[in-house]
């Protein structure tokens, strides 16, 4: 869909570059921001209420939400904007004062997300008014949309910078020979180790598990293959991945190794 809304020339004239980087040299300590939900999944809006919360407490950046979009320095959308939510965003954004930073959170508040070509939707909030910041996620970590509106306002200094690979390869990566010389068997590992610590910590948690495994003298011999185990985790700092190694040895290897033994309840970790 095109763009029907043309920013009206007054409104234009003051939130140029110059205004609103003074803007945000006036505000840096202490912003007001009004949130627009213009047709959420409310998945933005669970996480954004999670980051006003004493948690993470935005307030210390100078964050506070207000309730209407007259007292407003920053407009935070979320959501592709909904035919019924087209004027409602329009009004808000043309009763926040100028100068005005708006901020488009999550997927479909970036670019309309899965909904970006459906004909109930306009798409992204830039396709409807100007956009100064993006903040992708689908949702966002509530740390994730406290610093990026931290970053955006000069609070915080800026880590990410563009990089651009050119010298890619299409080669498939190598796989390392299995274990178990059943490649399924690293591959649950990893499945198990995402499910008990998520996506991120889980990869940690598979690494941590594997290379224990590696240092084992019979990985086929049950018992040497548990005292390594027991030795590796105990040596863990957070109790969470020793206990998560366990339940991957319980839950995946003792699973695999019954093709060759019989396995009774000594073999097994008390958790």
Same mark, same amino acid.
């Given at each position: 869909?095109?763009?029907?809304?043309?920013?009206?020339?007054?409104?234009?004239?003051?939130?140029?570059?110059?205004?609103?980087l003074?803007h945000?040299?006036?505000?840096?300590r202490?912003?007001?921001?009004?949130r627009v939900?213009?047709g959420?999944?409310?998945?933005? &809006?669970?996480e954004?209420?999670?980051?006003i919360? $004493?948690?993470?407490?935005?307030?210390? !950046? @100078?964050?506070? *939400?207000?309730?209407?979009?007259r007292?407003?320095d920053?407009?935070?959308?979320?959501?592709?904007?909904?035919?019924?939510?087209?004027?409602p965003l329009?009004?808000?954004y043309?009763?926040?004062?100028?100068?005005k930073?708006v901020?488009?959170?999550?997927?479909?508040?970036s670019s309309?997300?899965?909904?970006?070509?459906a004909?109930?939707?306009w798409?992204?909030?830039?396709?409807?008014i100007?956009?100064?910041?993006?903040?992708?996620?689908?949702?966002p970590?509530?740390?994730?949309?406290?610093?990026?509106?931290?970053?955006?306002?000069g609070?915080?200094?800026q880590?990410?910078?563009?990089? &651009?690979?050119?010298?890619?390869?299409?080669?498939? $990566?190598?796989?390392?020979d299995s274990? !178990? @010389?059943?490649i *399924?068997?690293?591959?649950?590992?990893?499945?198990?180790?995402k499910?008990?610590?998520?996506?991120y910590?889980?990869?940690?948690?598979?690494?941590?598990?594997?290379?224990?495994?590696k240092?084992?003298?019979?990985?086929?011999?049950?018992?040497?293959?548990?005292?390594?185990?027991e030795?590796y985790?105990?040596e863990?700092e957070?109790?969470?991945?020793e206990?998560?190694m366990?339940?991957?040895h319980?839950?995946?290897?003792?699973?695999y190794?019954k093709?060759?033994?019989?396995?009774?309840?000594?073999?097994?970790?008390?958790?």
């Amino acid at each position: 869909m095109s763009k029907t809304y043309v920013v009206p020339e007054d409104i234009k004239d003051a939130n140029n570059l110059e205004a609103k980087l003074e803007h945000l040299k006036n505000i840096k300590r202490s912003f007001n921001v009004f949130r627009v939900d213009c047709g959420s999944c409310n998945g933005c &809006e669970i996480e954004i209420f999670a980051a006003i919360t $004493p948690m993470w407490d935005p307030e210390r !950046l @100078g964050f506070k *939400l207000v309730a209407s979009p007259r007292h407003a320095d920053i407009l935070i959308c979320s959501g592709p904007v909904t035919r019924q939510m087209y004027y409602p965003l329009l009004r808000a954004y043309e009763a926040t004062p100028d100068p005005k930073v708006v901020v488009a959170i999550g997927a479909c508040g970036s670019s309309g997300g899965i909904f970006h070509d459906a004909y109930s939707v306009w798409g992204g909030i830039d396709k409807v008014i100007p956009v100064d910041v993006y903040i992708p996620g689908c949702p966002p970590h509530p740390a994730t949309i406290v610093h990026g509106l931290a970053s955006a306002l000069g609070i915080l200094e800026q880590k990410l910078e563009y990089k &651009e690979h050119k010298d890619g390869s299409n080669d498939s $990566p190598v796989l390392e020979d299995s274990l !178990l @010389g059943n490649i *399924l068997f690293e591959r649950d590992v990893l499945v198990e180790a995402k499910r008990l610590m998520s996506y991120y910590f889980g990869r940690k948690l598979y690494e941590k598990y594997i290379n224990a495994l590696k240092n084992t003298s019979d990985i086929k011999d049950i018992k040497k293959t548990k005292k390594v185990i027991e030795i590796y985790s105990s040596e863990e700092e957070d109790s969470r991945y020793e206990e998560c190694m366990q339940k991957l040895h319980n839950n995946v290897y003792l699973k695999y190794m019954k093709q060759f033994v019989i396995i009774n309840d000594e073999d097994k970790f008390i958790i």
